[in-house]
């Protein structure tokens, strides 16, 4: 038996009990007399006080900064303590001596630039901070889920080696499979509405990849895609699913994350349903209003989606109905105006994170808009095929993990969200 307790677990209630805590070394002050040790695991810190008369004080002259250890001691109730209790070390079991110095400041008291901790991540990972960030993350997902799961959605898994481009374009990365050309899959788009097309309702958590030239503090080459395909439903439904999700999330993470948002010096604002929804058009209106010329069809990018959000005044928004043509093959126009589409993106500030829509049901308008954007139907045929048999109205969502996780957790940058993020310029730690 390694540990009887977490640090967060030993409490003034133990007090006078043995416990076996391990963890560690995250400071050690040496006071004559006496040596205190914090010791930290994946819950938190604890003060061990090693007393000069106890079998544990020869063993900790080898310990440095990061060592890990076995603490045996016993619980000690004290206001004067950084968590109103302590252990008094009668052991003290080495696992291993880290080097020293270390590379890169585990306790906080020298900041490190994001290169430096990129490069030296696992020790990065070790601090409280980004211990944070990785509890938040795992009470976001978990939300995500129950919601889902509250709402008869199932749980699924797609191919992420796949024969041709999910949406066309040239964002792919190529890999061999068995002597042939295959690619890492940029979404599980087309395999999620197939699902959707036996099963209803589907979600996936999963990588996915793209091959962008994009540097920037929102773009990765993997990232976490959290996708969702709902059937017998269209963009207005799938609009009111993310609103569920992301409210039910900022709930449980301001019930179960308190300690982690307050060592991130980050709060969390109250968001009221329904959320403000924009159209392109409108949107249009506005920007050009502020002096920005642009026309029909043309993105908005980051200085403008900085001034709608502005002008929105909360943190997410929706934008509404883009030209069609702008917008992948599989998405629905509006039946009264078809060169508007049935789609969304949803916006962080001016970030956007989620982007859906209602999804063309009808194989012959599915090839057609494949050869209007210069795209063969036949390379589509394993997809297609199965819009012959009771393809169901349906629509959805994917929703980009990392640039979520900028909202819940005061980050500046998708890299700092991920443990070991991957881009342009990096392929390892």
Same mark, same amino acid.
């Given at each position: 038996?390694?540990?009887?307790?977490?640090?967060?677990?030993?409490?003034?209630?133990?007090?006078?009990?043995?416990?076996?805590?391990?963890?560690?070394?995250?400071?050690?002050?040496?006071?004559?007399?006496?040596?205190?040790?914090?010791?930290?695991?994946?819950?938190?810190?604890?003060?061990?006080?090693?007393?000069?008369?106890?079998?544990?004080?020869?063993?900790?002259?080898?310990?440095?900064?990061?060592?890990?250890?076995? !603490?045996? @001691?016993? +619980?000690? %109730? &004290?206001?004067?303590?950084?968590?109103?209790?302590? $252990?008094?070390? /009668?052991?003290?079991?080495?696992?291993?001596?880290?080097?020293?110095?270390?590379?890169?400041? !585990?306790? @906080?008291? +020298?900041? %490190? &630039?994001?290169?430096?901790?990129?490069?030296?991540? $696992?020790?990065? /990972?070790?601090?409280?901070?980004?211990?944070?960030?990785?509890?938040?993350?795992?009470?976001?997902?978990?939300?995500?889920?129950?919601?889902?799961?509250?709402?008869?959605?199932?749980?699924?898994?797609?191919?992420?080696?796949?024969?041709?481009?999910?949406?066309?374009?040239?964002?792919?990365?190529?890999?061999?499979?068995?002597?042939?050309?295959?690619?890492?899959?940029?979404?599980?788009?087309?395999?999620?509405?197939?699902?959707?097309?036996?099963?209803?309702?589907?979600?996936?958590?999963?990588?996915?990849?793209?091959?962008?030239?994009?540097?920037?503090?929102?773009?990765?080459?993997?990232?976490?895609?959290?996708?969702?395909?709902?059937?017998?439903?269209?963009?207005?439904?799938?609009?009111?699913?993310?609103?569920?999700?992301?409210?039910?999330?900022?709930?449980?993470?301001?019930?179960?994350?308190?300690?982690?948002?307050?060592?991130?010096?980050?709060?969390?604002?109250?968001?009221?349903?329904?959320?403000?929804?924009?159209?392109?058009?409108?949107?249009?209106?506005?920007?050009?209003?502020?002096?920005?010329?642009?026309?029909?069809?043309?993105?908005?990018?980051?200085?403008?989606?900085?001034?709608?959000?502005?002008?929105?005044?909360?943190?997410?928004?929706?934008?509404?109905?883009?030209?069609?043509?702008?917008?992948?093959?599989?998405?629905?126009?509006?039946?009264?105006?078809?060169?508007?589409?049935?789609?969304?993106?949803?916006?962080?500030?001016?970030?956007?994170?989620?982007?859906?829509?209602?999804?063309?049901?009808?194989?012959?308008?599915?090839?057609?808009?494949?050869?209007?954007?210069?795209?063969?139907?036949?390379?589509?045929?394993?997809?297609?095929?199965?819009?012959?048999?009771?393809?169901?109205?349906?629509?959805?969502?994917?929703?980009?993990?990392?640039?979520?996780?900028?909202?819940?957790?005061?980050?500046?940058?998708?890299?700092?969200?991920?443990?070991?993020?991957?881009?342009?310029?990096?392929?390892?730690?």
């Amino acid at each position: 038996m390694y540990k009887t307790h977490f640090t967060s677990e030993v409490t003034p209630e133990l007090d006078g009990k043995t416990v076996f805590l391990a963890g560690w070394i995250h400071t050690i002050r040496d006071l004559g007399g006496k040596k205190f040790i914090l010791l930290r695991d994946r819950s938190g810190l604890i003060q061990v006080v090693v007393s000069k008369d106890s079998a544990a004080y020869n063993s900790v002259s080898e310990l440095t900064l990061e060592s890990t250890v076995q !603490v045996e @001691g016993i +619980v000690k %109730s &004290d206001k004067r303590a950084p968590s109103g209790v302590e $252990v008094h070390a /009668l052991s003290i079991k080495p696992f291993s001596i880290a080097k020293s110095p270390l590379p890169l400041e !585990v306790s @906080g008291k +020298v900041e %490190s &630039d994001i290169e430096t901790r990129l490069k030296e991540r $696992v020790l990065d /990972l070790r601090r409280v901070e980004m211990t944070s960030v990785l509890n938040i993350s795992s009470e976001v997902i978990r939300s995500f889920r129950n919601t889902l799961y509250s709402k008869r959605f199932i749980e699924v898994f797609t191919p992420k080696i796949i024969a041709s481009a999910t949406e066309g374009g040239a964002q792919l990365f190529p890999v061999i499979y068995f002597g042939r050309e295959a690619f890492l899959a940029q979404s599980p788009q087309l395999y999620k509405e197939l699902l959707a097309g036996s099963v209803e309702r589907v979600f996936e958590i999963a990588p996915a990849w793209r091959a962008e030239e994009s540097d920037t503090p929102y773009h990765l080459s993997e990232f976490i895609s959290m996708d969702v395909e709902m059937a017998f439903a269209d963009y207005h439904d799938v609009m009111e699913l993310l609103e569920d999700l992301v409210t039910n999330m900022i709930d449980v993470v301001k019930t179960h994350c308190g300690k982690e948002l307050a060592e991130l010096k980050h709060e969390l604002p109250n968001i009221t349903k329904p959320f403000p929804k924009i159209s392109y058009s409108e949107a249009l209106e506005i920007l050009r209003g502020k002096g920005f010329t642009i026309k029909f069809g043309d993105d908005i990018g980051t200085p403008e989606a900085r001034i709608l959000a502005e002008e929105v005044g909360t943190p997410f928004y929706f934008l509404v109905e883009w030209p069609s043509f702008t917008r992948p093959f599989y998405t629905k126009s509006i039946d009264s105006n078809p060169d508007l589409s049935e789609s969304f993106d949803l916006m962080y500030k001016w970030i956007e994170i989620a982007s859906g829509s209602t999804r063309n049901h009808n194989r012959k308008v599915l090839e057609e808009n494949l050869r209007r954007k210069g795209l063969n139907p036949e390379n589509f045929e394993f997809f297609l095929r199965w819009f012959d048999y009771g393809m169901p109205p349906h629509a959805g969502f994917g929703m980009g993990f990392a640039r979520l996780m900028l909202f819940f957790t005061g980050l500046n940058n998708v890299k700092e969200a991920i443990p070991f993020p991957r881009d342009k310029k990096r392929l390892t730690p």
